[in-house]
């Protein structure tokens, strides 16, 4: 059983998310020092974001559970403990838990004064339903 | 006791470590798309880095074990799992496992190529032992 390294977040808001994930802030600081924004994020069960892209990329990394990464128009990607994921600038993309497990991430985004994430609509239950095979 | 989240990396130069320190370079890209460095580091009891600054600063997330991070002329400080360090850029700075515990973080570096990491010698044995009170 996976098990958190920080502690839980905020609950995400269901505008960008579908299910129950959870999102703290360890660094933020766009434009300052760092230019960096850090989050734990924590998926419940079946949980994911909604399609989304970030102009600078981003970087995750897995820190428990298993869940799943895709970029439109790519096979998903099954994630697991110790996976890194190279997100590029303006890929449209998705990631969250698997059906049957719980899944933790560290999201980093350099350059964070280089613009705001984009939201695109939820995964569609096919489309996470295709990634999730053949858990379900 | 502590796990590992990232595979074991390659052993730290003892040019530039007291003790056994293994180093895995999850990203590097300096000048790239990501601009970015982040590392994850193991170290076994007792080792530490020697004083260092990054002339970007960096950011530690600790995510195993218990460990110590000073900056020069200021108290050390007790990290534990989820604590996380600010660096400020040219900072000389050491951090390390307790004496009797595995130690491990993950160092983020933004602005990877501003400039590269300088050092400046072991940290003393009395240095040391004056961070790890009581457990010594």
């Given at each position: 059983m996976?098990?958190?390294?920080?502690k839980l977040g905020?609950?995400a808001?269901?505008?960008r998310?579908?299910g129950?994930?959870?999102v703290?802030?360890?660094?933020s600081?766009p434009?300052?020092?760092y230019?960096?924004?850090?989050?734990?994020v924590?998926?419940?069960?079946g949980a994911?974001?909604n399609?989304h892209?970030?102009?600078?990329?981003q970087i995750?990394?897995?820190?428990g559970?298993?869940?799943?990464?895709?970029?439109?128009?790519k096979?998903p990607?099954?994630?697991e403990?110790?996976?890194v994921v190279e997100?590029?600038p303006?890929?449209?993309h998705w990631?969250?838990?698997?059906?049957?497990?719980?899944?933790?991430h560290?999201g980093?985004?350099?350059n964070?004064n280089?613009?705001?994430t984009?939201?695109y609509?939820?995964v569609s239950?096919?489309?996470y339903r295709?990634?999730?095979?053949?858990a379900?």
């Amino acid at each position: 059983m996976a098990t958190s390294i920080f502690k839980l977040g905020t609950k995400a808001s269901t505008a960008r998310f579908t299910g129950p994930a959870f999102v703290n802030t360890l660094v933020s600081d766009p434009g300052g020092v760092y230019n960096l924004a850090v989050h734990d994020v924590k998926f419940e069960p079946g949980a994911r974001n909604n399609w989304h892209s970030h102009p600078q990329g981003q970087i995750l990394l897995c820190t428990g559970g298993v869940g799943y990464y895709q970029e439109r128009g790519k096979p998903p990607r099954r994630l697991e403990k110790g996976d890194v994921v190279e997100i590029p600038p303006d890929a449209h993309h998705w990631h969250g838990a698997a059906p049957d497990s719980v899944f933790y991430h560290l999201g980093i985004t350099p350059n964070a004064n280089r613009g705001q994430t984009e939201w695109y609509g939820p995964v569609s239950y096919e489309e996470y339903r295709q990634a999730a095979k053949p858990a379900f």
